[in-house]
């Protein structure tokens, strides 16, 4: 994967100032860049659990299926938000223990009493009334959608001051910035390997029992256990990020120099003004990245939001509410998709690792884009595929000697699901490089734009956002319309796919390369 941030401020007309700080001293740079990139582990480790396990947990709470993608709606709303905000004051911060690192701290507080609140729902949810029968436990429910709020807003808010300790631990070396966004990359692999394997695992509520009560089952358990898991993870890196990475305090009076400008006269501009600024002066080709990236992801979502209950669904054929053969069912069915994941993220790992000999051998950007794309799309199709295969098998065992529909899938159809989700790690690790890279060359080539770099990357976040909000405002109410079916939202995801593969072959500029 590719992160590419410019964080200086720009102004509307695209001018940089110098921004007002003490270096930070390192007598062993890299050693830092690798300790503070160590949190991306940390944060991606939950962002995982979320994924692979909260959706289906929802289910077990009595969310109906339709309104499940509302629920997911915190995540693209407090990134448009929070990190851009967060940034912003962090680069003012004139606390005596640095700008970055306050944050930091209050993010993991934030964080860690936002998952306390996802885990202990259930329980939280039987002490205030709610019954114990399978339903609707209203506030267990309302409990956990707090905490999916606090723990998405302080994920944001550790992301943001984190990236920007990088490039100041860098002070100013392009190569040192490189190392450190490359190895912010290798730590998200990791905490996503970690965080699915741990969905995976069946029995992990063991290693603390008291999890299990009489309202939180052993699925609940298991998740409840995970986070408590994250609680101690984020606590021991920030721990050491605190103690061994050290920030000057900002001087009070730089920070009135940044706010009155260049020239000592005239005050900076807004972080609105200069967003109103770039959006009226994207140029053509930036403007085909944000409408192709836009797409990719509306073809990204339904997968992302729905994949481990696809699995536990469609695939095996299990309920989250139902007879306890039926749960058992379902959990069986997320369990394999949470291992599943962990294939798709090694896949992920090893395509981004190999992106500049793949740029090279097909020749062009936007014959990679449009092929990604094209795979994605077709993936998103071999799910009716799989679907039908393991429907198949259910209703074969059900006329035979069997009597009972509910059995796992076999053979064929685990190795067809497993290869979906390793492949789905191709396009993905396109979708993780392509889009950031052309827009750091868009915005310094002055023939194709003259948006600042900084201000690019924040309107690409744009495109990523606020496709998120469409397909979670959409996807539940389709879904409901075809029987809470997760395959019409992957038909709207693979279309949009497709459509964006084309885009990016066809319009695209046909010199544009990343090395």
Known sequence: MVFIEDPRPHSADSYVQTEPHEPVVTSNPLKKLAIVASIAAGVQYGWALQLSLLTPYTQLLGVQHAWVSFVW??????????????GYHSDR???RFGRRRPFIVAGAILLSFGVLLIGFAADIGRLLGDSLISGSKPRAVACFVLGFWILDIANNIIQSPCRALLADLSEGNDAMVTIGNALFAFYMAVGNILGYAAGAYLNIYKILPITKTEACDIYCANLKTCFLISILLIAVIITLVCVTVKEERLDPSNLMQYKQGVNGEEEAPSLLTQLSTAIRSISKPMKILYVITALTWVGWFP???????WMGKEVFGGSPVGDPLQIKMYDQGVREGSLGLIFYVAMLGVVSLFMEP???YLGSVRRVWGIGNMILAACMGLTFLITKMAEDARQTAL?????SALIPPPLEVKASYFALFTALGIPQAVTYTIPFALASIYSNNSD???????LALGLLNLAIVIPQMLVALI??????LFGSSNLPAFTMGGIAAALGGILAMKMLPGNDSVQ
């Open 73 to 86: 709606l915190c995540g693209p709303i407090s990134g448009l938000v929070f990190q851009p905000t967060v």
């Open 93 to 95: 911060c004139t606390s």
């Open 303 to 309: 997968f992302i939001l729905y994949d481990t209950d």
């Open 358 to 360: 793949i740029l090279r």
């Open 399 to 403: 006329n035979n000697e069997n009597g």
């Open 448 to 454: 194709t734009g003259q948006v600042s770099q900084g």
């Open 475 to 480: 996807s539940g109410p389709l879904d409901s």
